[in-house]
Every structure is written in C-alpha cells, then in structure tokens.
C-alpha cells in the first residue's frame, strides 16, 4: 500500500463522531420544536376554553338581567321581554296617558301582540354542550352557547358569608373540561324583574 505524507482528509472515526454530534442536535432542536407546539396546542385550547366560558357567561348573565320572571333554575327557564318590542307596548301611542295611568302589560302590546318570550338555558350531557333556546311569538330558535361544558348550575337566592340574598339574587356556576382539568367559572347577578 502506497501511503502519501501530507495528505488531507478525514477519518472513518472523526466522520462518525461528527455523524453523531449532528444527530444528537437534530435530535434535541427536534424535541423543542414538538414541545413548543404541544404548549402552543395546550394554551390555545385553554384560550378556546377561557373564550367560550366567558362569552357563555356574558350572554346569559346580560340576558337573565332583562328578565322579567324567572320559572325555573334547572334547567334555567325565564320569561324576557322581546327586545324589538314596540316603545308604548299596551298604551296607545296617539291618545294622552294621564301619569299613572301608563299600561306596563308586556302580554299585549297596542297591536295585541304578546312581547314575552321564553328562554330556557339546558347542559346536553351527552354532547357536553349548553344550549339556549329562545321562543318568541311561536318561533323557536336554538344556539349553542359554550362547548366542553362539564357542569351548570344556576341557584337562586345563594347564601354569601354566612349572609341569605334575596329570590333575585342568582349565582351561575359553569364548568368545563379542559384536557384533563376541569375549569370553573362564577358569576352572581340581581334580576331587577323578579320581585324579592
């Protein structure tokens, strides 16, 4: 065998150190990447959650307000003034109203029309949904309101340090499921409408 001084190369050995080098750092560079994305999945699913369990509560707390008479907690059933309802509602619009005399019946407004719906928010167990479901003038109409929901509970008249609220007091308590943690969500509102 011919061996020729001065001659420039690598060896089998340092080709197979620096081989292993680069595949342990591919190794780890690969690892942070699908730990980065599995924390990326992880937050954005708490964002969908955090999103869906706020904007839920924000509906139905604002539109249990506006309730009227609330028929029932569970599922939550109240009785809500159709918001497109006419201004003078039982009155006539054109003849004078004496104070006092001003008609507050929501039942029949100066058309004869009845400008209470019924609203009724319900969990699906099975598809672990709440729904709300509006009926107005004999339609219905059925939105879903929050996904993933482990629990709902609406109390009325709850008692808070020691201390009873009054029949309009309401706490609405929303649960729901976030990978292996279940998220709890509280909201207490007064129901001007319902009477004390």
Known sequence: MNHRRGQKGFTLIEIMIVLLLTGIILFMVSRLTSETFKSL??????SQTLQSATLGLERLTSELREAVRVNGVSPLNFDKINPAAPVCLGNDPNAPNPVGTWVRDYSNDANGDNQIGVVEYRRDVA?????RTATLNGRTMTTEVAVNVNDFVVQRGPTLGGNTTG???????LTLQEQRRAVTFVSLLTVPGEQI
């Open 127 to 131: 598809q672990q949904i709440l729904t």
């Open 167 to 173: 029949r309009n007091v309401f706490q609405v308590t």
């Open 41 to 46: 999945r992880f937050l954005q699913e708490k």
